[in-house]
């Protein structure tokens, strides 16, 4: 199976800056996408990554504060804008890889905790 | 749009039977899937349903009814390590088939 390398792990942010997050992937994925979850909630999906043109947002989530790059089919990058207190939460890179009996399963990175100040 | 519900929270007893129930609405349904999360970390995957029925893998079965929008992870022979939130999602078929929605968990605790 592929492995999802996420960096940053962890990072403590100063509100009004931006911090860029990390997502390789040791094999070529078509599918990738970037969820959140705030503390003691579940998962939200931010964006789907696009190979080569821009990103798909979910309804309440806009590129000025989460644009997202994809340059290749192993590597995409989120961007966390002008942070906020309320931006404090866990991001997760996830690609979807062919499982156990073919089924197509979304697999996700370690995640980076972010806490914003 | 989509819709999960699942329990917020279920205790059970270590080496008893559990079983965790979810429903869902969505408008263009392409599988179910259980994933397992333990505080602190990132889910992983426990199974996989797009056909009605039970799927069973070792300790740990799902169940779909698609006419219903209904499935359920059943875990026997509970242990302690089992303590953790059990996420049901809903792929839909926008987005090339692949945009997976989570419901918001159930926490399980297994006490001795």
């Given at each position: 199976?592929?492995?999802?390398?996420?960096?940053?792990?962890r990072?403590?942010?100063q509100?009004?800056?931006?911090?860029?997050?990390?997502?390789?992937?040791?094999?070529?994925?078509?599918?990738?996408?970037?969820?959140?979850?705030?503390p003691?909630?579940?998962?939200?999906?931010?964006?789907?990554?696009?190979?080569?043109?821009?990103?798909?947002?979910?309804?309440?989530?806009v590129?000025?504060?989460?644009?997202?790059?994809?340059?290749?089919?192993?590597?995409?990058?989120?961007?966390?804008?002008?942070?906020?207190?309320?931006?404090?939460?866990?991001?997760?890179?996830?690609?979807?890889?062919q499982?156990?009996?073919?089924?197509?399963?979304l697999?996700?990175?370690?995640?980076?905790?972010?806490?914003?100040? | 749009?989509?819709?999960?519900?699942?329990?917020?929270?279920?205790t059970?007893?270590?080496?008893?039977?559990?079983?965790?129930?979810?429903?869902?609405?969505?408008?263009?349904?392409?599988g179910?899937?259980?994933?397992?999360?333990?505080?602190?970390?990132?889910?992983?995957?426990?199974?996989?349903n797009?056909?009605?029925?039970?799927?069973?893998?070792?300790?740990?079965?799902?169940?779909?009814?698609?006419?219903?929008?209904?499935?359920?992870?059943?875990?026997?022979?509970?242990?302690?390590?089992?303590s953790?939130?059990?996420?049901?999602?809903?792929?839909?078929?926008?987005?090339?088939?692949?945009?997976?929605?989570?419901?918001?968990?159930?926490?399980?605790?297994?006490?001795?």
């Amino acid at each position: 199976s592929a492995v999802i390398s996420q960096k940053p792990s962890r990072d403590i942010c100063q509100r009004g800056t931006s911090l860029t997050i990390q997502c390789q992937v040791d094999s070529q994925v078509t599918m990738m996408f970037w969820y959140r979850q705030q503390p003691g909630q579940s998962l939200t999906l931010i964006a789907t990554a696009n190979q080569g043109s821009e990103a798909t947002y979910e309804s309440g989530f806009v590129i000025d504060k989460f644009p997202i790059s994809r340059p290749n089919l192993t590597f995409s990058t989120l961007t966390v804008s002008n942070m906020s207190p309320e931006d404090s939460s866990i991001y997760l890179c996830s690609v979807v890889l062919q499982g156990a009996g073919g089924a197509n399963v979304l697999t996700f990175g370690a995640g980076s905790r972010l806490t914003v100040l | 749009g989509q819709n999960i519900d699942q329990p917020t929270e279920m205790t059970a007893t270590e080496g008893a039977i559990v079983q965790i129930n979810c429903t869902y609405q969505t408008s263009g349904f392409n599988g179910l899937f259980w994933y397992q999360q333990h505080a602190g970390e990132a889910p992983t995957f426990l199974s996989y349903n797009v056909l009605d029925g039970l799927e069973e893998k070792g300790r740990f079965s799902s169940f779909l009814s698609r006419s219903k929008g209904y499935s359920y992870l059943l875990l026997k022979e509970l242990q302690m390590k089992d303590s953790a939130s059990y996420l049901c999602a809903v792929r839909d078929q926008g987005t090339g088939g692949f945009k997976t929605i989570f419901g918001a968990g159930t926490r399980l605790f297994v006490k001795a």
